[in-house]
């Protein structure tokens, strides 16, 4: 099939799901979230429970109708486009070869959303590979006013601190693309390890409560501005 045509296809199909993704918070339907397998030996699979439980949180407490069972989805295939909210974390190396780029790249610009949770270890990996990606982009530190740390849920001081590591602030990153914000990336925080079963890291319920509406912010956020 010609490039062009195929193109042209992944457009339109991506529209249809920015449609469907935007309706949501109206009179939601049923859609799916995926996890992002990629390679260069990081462990992205981290974290099983965390979305499951952050979608059975945002269903609970937001009405909406998103599946329960998390998808899981390799960089570079099309299946990407399925898909209208994409996680992605891990501890270590991450490589997205020259296809994967464009396929992440195009879905990003298509109307895609990538969160990107740094698991510990990750940042030194991600960075350069975002670069490659959005050549022409800067991540940029979100300020503590920007709309999704205070609502529905309101964090005065912004990302909260989940997990300490190095002890450093807790740090929320995004890519924005003709004033969209398409990737937001989490650094020393740990979201998703607060969106975890409570026995895996044994963190508080207020410090789980914590995560899992900041996690309800950033989805609300990212499906009522498309």
């Given at each position: 099939?010609?490039?062009?045509?195929?193109?042209?296809?992944?457009?339109?199909?991506?529209?249809?799901?920015?449609?469907?993704?935007?309706?949501?918070?109206?009179?939601?339907?049923?859609?799916?979230?995926?996890?992002?397998?990629?390679?260069?030996?990081?462990?992205?699979?981290?974290?099983?429970?965390?979305?499951?439980?952050?979608?059975?949180?945002?269903?609970?407490?937001?009405?909406?109708?998103?599946?329960?069972?998390?998808?899981?989805?390799?960089?570079?295939?099309?299946?990407?486009?399925?898909?209208?909210?994409?996680?992605?974390?891990?501890?270590?190396?991450?490589?997205?070869?020259?296809?994967?780029?464009?396929?992440?790249?195009?879905?990003?610009?298509?109307?895609?959303?990538?969160?990107?949770?740094?698991?510990?270890?990750?940042?030194?990996?991600?960075?350069?590979?975002?670069?490659?990606?959005?050549?022409?982009?800067?991540?940029?530190?979100?300020?503590?006013?920007?709309?999704?740390?205070?609502?529905?849920?309101?964090?005065?001081?912004?990302?909260?601190?989940?997990?300490?590591?190095?002890?450093?602030?807790?740090?929320?990153?995004?890519?924005?693309?003709?004033?969209?914000?398409?990737?937001?990336?989490?650094?020393?925080?740990?979201?998703?390890?607060?969106?975890?079963?409570?026995?895996?890291h044994h963190d508080s319920e207020p410090t789980r409560l914590k995560a899992l509406q900041m996690g309800a912010n950033?989805?609300?956020?990212?499906?009522?501005?498309?």
């Amino acid at each position: 099939m010609n490039c062009d045509v195929m193109n042209a296809m992944k457009k339109i199909f991506i529209v249809s799901l920015v449609l469907l993704a935007t309706a949501v918070f109206a009179t939601p339907p049923s859609f799916q979230f995926a996890l992002l397998k990629y390679n260069g030996g990081g462990d992205w699979y981290a974290n099983p429970t965390s979305l499951p439980n952050l979608v059975k949180f945002v269903n609970k407490n937001l009405g909406t109708n998103i599946n329960e069972e998390i998808a899981t989805v390799d960089a570079g295939s099309p299946e990407i486009f399925n898909y209208p909210f994409v996680h992605m974390t891990g501890h270590g190396n991450v490589i997205f070869s020259a296809q994967e780029q464009k396929n992440l790249r195009d879905y990003l610009i298509g109307g895609g959303f990538l969160h990107i949770d740094d698991n510990y270890g990750m940042d030194k990996f991600i960075r350069p590979q975002l670069k490659k990606l959005f050549p022409e982009l800067d991540l940029v530190e979100l300020p503590i006013s920007f709309p999704f740390y205070h609502k529905p849920f309101d964090f005065p001081n912004g990302l909260p601190k989940i997990h300490e590591h190095d002890g450093l602030p807790a740090q929320g990153f995004g890519l924005f693309w003709e004033g969209r914000l398409i990737v937001y990336y989490t650094y020393e925080c740990d979201l998703g390890d607060g969106w975890e079963d409570q026995d895996v890291h044994h963190d508080s319920e207020p410090t789980r409560l914590k995560a899992l509406q900041m996690g309800a912010n950033m989805l609300q956020y990212v499906f009522t501005n498309k």
